[in-house]
Structure formats: C-alpha cells, structure tokens
C-alpha cells in the first residue's frame, strides 16, 4: 500500500491572480523493527525455528541472529510496515504462550 501527500501550493501569476496547485507525491510508509528480547529459559532452538518460518531467515543467519540476541539482550528479526510487524509480534508472542516460554517479541518505529 502506498500513501501520498497532497501538497497545495499557491503562485501568484504576474496578471496578480492566484492559482491555486495541487502536487501529488508519493509517501514511502513507516518502518517498524521487530525485536526479540533475550530470557533465561527459552530454549535456543526455538528462537532458531521462529526466526526460520516467522522471519524467513535461513538457518545459519537465523542461529547468528539468536546468538546476538542471547548475548547482546535483544535484536533485530527483520523490519516490516506496520501491519505485518504488529502480526509477526502477535505470531511470535502466541507462540511462546502457547509453549510456554518467556520469549517477548517487541516493535519499535525506525
Ligand atoms: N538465552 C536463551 C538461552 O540461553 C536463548 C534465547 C535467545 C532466548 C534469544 C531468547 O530471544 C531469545 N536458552
């Protein structure tokens, strides 16, 4: 989906009448980074495996981005619109629960 911004702008043209213009331009959308924080007792497989089918990450990048997590206290799993940040996070989350494994998944706006 893409957004636009209208801008109005106004010339004065030399007769001294005022036109009014509208200029159409294209809005990238906001990005938002979703972020896994690190806990004791979540099992570093199953990071591995959410970061693998939720985020798409192969398997070596997916162990490399655990492993950052696990030592630096949180990172990056990818960054996405709005929309599909909000349900990885929600995916993510309800799949910890449902394991039930303190893993938190976070987004933050870039
Ligand atoms: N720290 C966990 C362990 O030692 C592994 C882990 C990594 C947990 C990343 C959460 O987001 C996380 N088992």
Known sequence: ???????MTENNETDGNTVTEEKVTAKEPDLFKVILLNDDFTP??????ILRN???HDGQTANEI???VHEQGAGVA????????ETKVYIVNNQAKKYQFPLKCIM???
């Open 1 to 7: 989906m893409k957004l636009f911004k209208i801008i």
């Open 44 to 49: 570093m497989d199953f990071v591995v495996e």
């Open 54 to 56: 939720v985020f798409h």
């Open 66 to 68: 655990m492993l950052d």
């Open 78 to 85: 990818g960054v996405y619109t709005f929309g599909v940040a």
């Open 108 to 110: 933050e706006k870039e």
